[in-house]
């Protein structure tokens, strides 16, 4: 059975938070506030990070075990949020300037942002992002990861490949005293002239803010200069296509990013601790 093209479909309820787990601002609103620039993390933020981010990468497990042909992306959703809240922590994405659920799952030629429903279906041949961001203890910790439905192409078998590695060379181009624009250029070397490196969407950096200031473009950028300093902690995650690296955003949604040739991408994503002498993964990936 052929898969028939991915649209917007009918979404489940707005899922529970348990009363007693403490929100972000923008729980009830959906508006985040504003915007802080990038600062070292105290001891205590540093410490409900790991915390934090140990929960999202439970919680992407969870969801990475629902993964086969036949499961919707709510059910996924639905594993993703259940890890989370037992674990007393908010799903970060859960009413993010609006998003109405509580992770992100991007199928095929979706780059990101793609929102679960009830109906669509992952099919044999399928790849699939999944992106989960966890709030516990006034910081954030989050990660993503791309996953094979079944037996997949070639071609999907080396994107994939390609986009682990390009957040690994990602994370070792990070330095005190390097700047933004090293993680670009180290992404750019890796893959350049193989695969599409998305630019329209980035890294960023994350603590109590979901977003903080800072941007992280994953094809070089020269204007990228911020330089990194030890406590800092920010997100590499990036995007890669087979196709071109432009997308589009689907006005029914206002948020599902897809390519605009209908070419299949694969995200990976890590938050990461800036150190006196590199960098430090906090999350962890599910192993393939």
Same mark, same amino acid.
């Given at each position: 059975?052929? $898969?028939?093209?991915? $649209?917007?479909?009918?979404?489940?309820?707005?899922?529970?938070?348990?009363?007693?787990?403490?929100?972000?601002?923008?729980?009830?609103?959906?508006?985040?506030?504003?915007?802080?620039?990038?600062?070292?993390?105290?001891?205590?933020?540093?410490?409900?990070?790991?915390?934090?981010?140990?929960?999202?990468?439970?919680?992407?497990?969870?969801?990475?075990?629902?993964?086969?042909?036949?499961?919707?992306?709510?059910?996924?959703?639905?594993?993703?949020?259940?890890?989370?809240?037992?674990?007393?922590?908010?799903?970060?994405?859960?009413?993010?300037?609006?998003?109405?659920?509580?992770?992100?799952?991007?199928?095929?030629?979706?780059?990101?942002?793609?929102?679960?429903?009830?109906?669509?279906?992952?099919?044999?041949?399928?790849?699939?992002?999944?992106?989960?961001?966890?709030?516990?203890?006034?910081?954030?910790?989050?990660?993503?990861?791309?996953?094979?439905?079944?037996?997949?192409?070639?071609?999907?078998?080396?994107?994939?490949?390609?986009?682990?590695?390009?957040?690994?060379?990602?994370?070792?181009?990070?330095?005190?005293?390097?700047?933004? $624009?090293?993680?670009?250029?180290?992404?750019?070397?890796?893959?350049?002239?193989?695969?599409?490196?998305?630019?329209?969407?980035?890294?960023?950096?994350?603590?109590?803010?979901?977003?903080?200031?800072?941007?992280?473009?994953?094809?070089?950028?020269?204007?990228?200069?911020?330089?990194?300093?030890?406590?800092?902690?920010?997100?590499?995650?990036?995007?890669?296509?087979?196709?071109?690296?432009?997308?589009?955003?689907?006005?029914?949604?206002?948020?599902?990013?897809?390519?605009?040739?209908?070419?299949?991408?694969?995200?990976?994503?890590?938050?990461?601790?800036?150190?006196?002498?590199?960098?430090?993964?906090?999350?962890?990936?599910?192993?393939?």
């Amino acid at each position: 059975m052929s $898969r028939p093209p991915l $649209r917007p479909g009918p979404l489940s309820p707005r899922r529970k938070v348990p009363r007693e787990i403490p929100r972000p601002v923008y729980a009830l609103l959906g508006e985040p506030g504003p915007t802080h620039p990038p600062r070292a993390r105290t001891a205590e933020e540093l410490a409900n990070m790991r915390v934090a981010s140990d929960i999202a990468s439970e919680a992407l497990a969870a969801a990475a075990a629902k993964v086969a042909p036949g499961v919707t992306t709510d059910e996924i959703d639905a594993a993703a949020h259940e890890a989370m809240v037992s674990r007393g922590a908010y799903p970060s994405t859960l009413n993010y300037r609006g998003y109405p659920k509580s992770s992100c799952i991007s199928i095929n030629e979706v780059i990101c942002h793609g929102i679960p429903d009830l109906e669509t279906t992952l099919f044999e041949g399928d790849i699939v992002t999944i992106d989960v961001t966890a709030y516990y203890g006034g910081v954030h910790g989050d990660l993503n990861q791309t996953f094979a439905v079944g037996a997949v192409d070639q071609h999907s078998k080396d994107l994939m490949e390609a986009t682990r590695r390009a957040v690994d060379a990602g994370i070792a181009a990070v330095k005190p005293g390097g700047q933004v $624009r090293d993680i670009g250029k180290a992404i750019e070397k890796l893959v350049r002239g193989r695969f599409g490196i998305v630019h329209q969407f980035g890294g960023h950096g994350i603590g109590p803010d979901f977003h903080d200031g800072l941007h992280i473009q994953h094809n070089y950028d020269r204007r990228g200069t911020e330089r990194f300093f030890p406590g800092q902690t920010l997100t590499i995650e990036p995007m890669l296509t087979l196709g071109s690296p432009d997308a589009r955003v689907w006005e029914a949604d206002g948020w599902t990013a897809v390519t605009v040739d209908g070419s299949r991408s694969a995200q990976e994503e890590h938050t990461i601790l800036v150190t006196e002498d590199g960098a430090e993964v906090l999350t962890t990936h599910v192993p393939l």
